[in-house]
C-alpha cells in the first residue's frame, strides 16, 4: 500500500504524491524552566504544562508519474494558504493534527525528469486530535463523559437553557439563554451564540474555562440547564 496525507481536506494523491512513516510517530517538547543553584547538588525544574510546537517531516515523500505538473500544482497546495489546517495520513488514520507548512521543499528529479523525492516539513500543534473527539456526546440529564486519555482537553459545549453547568469539579453559571442554546468554547475562552459575544452571560467558578480530565467526568445539569452537546477535542501526543 502507498501512504498518503489530506491536507486542509485535499488528497495528495491528487498531486501524484505518495509519503513514507518516518518522523510521524515523534512527540512533542514540554516548556521547561531550569534553574541552576549555586552550592546545590542538581538543577530546580520548574515544569509547565504546555506543550511546544514542534516540526515533522515525512522524508523521502515521492512523485512517480506525470513529474513536472503535478510538482507545480502540489507546491500550490503547500504554500497558498495562511494558518493552520488539518491533516490526516494514512498511517495515523484515527486522528489529525493542526499544521503550518514549513518547508522549504527542495525536489530531487530522477534523471529523467519524469519523478522525484522531495522532504514535506510541517510545523504542527502538539496535540494528535482523535476523531473520536470530534463526535458530539448529548446528555439530557446529569451524567458522565470518558476521556480515553491520560492528556485533559478543552471541549466545546452547546448549553440550552439558564442555570449552573458543572464540568468535573468546576462550573459554568449560565444566564441570558432561557429560549436558546449557546456555545461555550473552552479551548479559545469565549461564549458565543452565531456571531453575538456571550462572555458577559457566562461565569466561571475558576480562573479559566473547564477541562475534561483523563477518566470519568461528571457533567451536571443544574436546575434551567435542559441539554448539553459536548464536542470532547480528545487528543494524545
Same mark, same amino acid.
Given at each position: 500500500?502507498?501512504?498518503?496525507?489530506?491536507?486542509?481536506?485535499?488528497?495528495?494523491?491528487?498531486?501524484?504524491?505518495?509519503?513514507?512513516?518516518?518522523?510521524?510517530?515523534?512527540?512533542?517538547?514540554?516548556?521547561?524552566?531550569?534553574?541552576?543553584?549555586?552550592?546545590?547538588?542538581?538543577?530546580?525544574?520548574?515544569?509547565?504544562?504546555?506543550?511546544?510546537?514542534?516540526?515533522?517531516?515525512?522524508?523521502?515523500?515521492?512523485?512517480?508519474?506525470?513529474?513536472?505538473?503535478?510538482?507545480?500544482?502540489?507546491?500550490?497546495?503547500?504554500?497558498?494558504?495562511?494558518?493552520?489546517?488539518?491533516?490526516?495520513?494514512?498511517?495515523?488514520?484515527?486522528?489529525?493534527?493542526?499544521?503550518?507548512?514549513?518547508?522549504?521543499?527542495?525536489? /530531487? @528529479?530522477?534523471?529523467?525528469? &519524469?519523478?522525484?523525492?522531495?522532504?514535506? +516539513?510541517? $510545523? %504542527? /500543534? @502538539?496535540?494528535?486530535?482523535? &476523531?473520536?473527539?470530534?463526535?458530539?456526546? +448529548?446528555? $439530557? %440529564?446529569?451524567?458522565?463523559?470518558?476521556?480515553?486519555?491520560?492528556?485533559?482537553?478543552?471541549?466545546?459545549?452547546?448549553?440550552?437553557?439558564?442555570?449552573?453547568?458543572?464540568?468535573?469539579?468546576?462550573?459554568?453559571?449560565?444566564?441570558?439563554?432561557?429560549?436558546?442554546?449557546?456555545?461555550?468554547?473552552?479551548?479559545?475562552?469565549?461564549?458565543?451564540?452565531?456571531?453575538?459575544?456571550?462572555?458577559?452571560?457566562?461565569?466561571?467558578?475558576?480562573?479559566?474555562?473547564?477541562?475534561?480530565?483523563?477518566?470519568?467526568?461528571?457533567?451536571?445539569?443544574?436546575?434551567?440547564?435542559?441539554?448539553?452537546?459536548?464536542?470532547?477535542?480528545?487528543?494524545?501526543?
Amino acid at each position: 500500500m502507498r501512504n498518503y496525507f489530506t491536507l486542509g481536506g485535499v488528497d495528495s494523491r491528487t498531486y501524484g504524491v505518495y509519503i513514507s512513516g518516518q518522523g510521524t510517530f515523534d512527540s512533542p517538547a514540554r516548556s521547561l524552566a531550569i534553574t541552576a543553584v549555586p552550592g546545590r547538588n542538581g538543577d530546580i525544574i520548574g515544569m509547565e504544562t504546555r506543550l511546544q510546537n514542534g516540526t515533522f517531516t515525512y522524508k523521502d515523500a515521492y512523485i512517480f508519474k506525470t513529474f513536472a505538473s503535478n510538482i507545480e500544482a502540489f507546491k500550490a497546495l503547500l504554500l497558498s494558504a495562511v494558518g493552520y489546517r488539518k491533516l490526516i495520513d494514512s498511517y495515523h488514520p484515527d486522528e489529525f493534527r493542526m499544521v503550518v507548512y514549513q518547508g522549504p521543499l527542495t525536489v /530531487k @528529479p530522477n534523471d529523467r525528469n &519524469n519523478a522525484a523525492k522531495f522532504d514535506i +516539513t510541517f $510545523n %504542527a /500543534k @502538539p496535540q494528535r486530535f482523535l &476523531n473520536s473527539g470530534e463526535s458530539v456526546t +448529548t446528555l $439530557n %440529564a446529569t451524567g458522565t463523559i470518558n476521556n480515553p486519555t491520560l492528556f485533559a482537553s478543552k471541549p466545546l459545549i452547546r448549553v440550552y437553557g439558564n442555570g449552573v453547568l458543572g464540568v468535573g469539579s468546576d462550573s459554568i453559571t449560565v444566564s441570558n439563554n432561557a429560549s436558546n442554546y449557546m456555545d461555550i468554547d473552552c479551548e479559545a475562552g469565549l461564549a458565543y451564540r452565531g456571531a453575538s459575544n456571550m462572555n458577559n452571560s457566562i461565569m466561571l467558578s475558576g480562573f479559566d474555562f473547564p477541562e475534561l480530565k483523563g477518566g470519568t467526568n461528571n457533567i451536571a445539569l443544574g436546575t434551567g440547564i435542559s441539554k448539553v452537546e459536548i464536542t470532547p477535542r480528545w487528543w494524545r501526543v
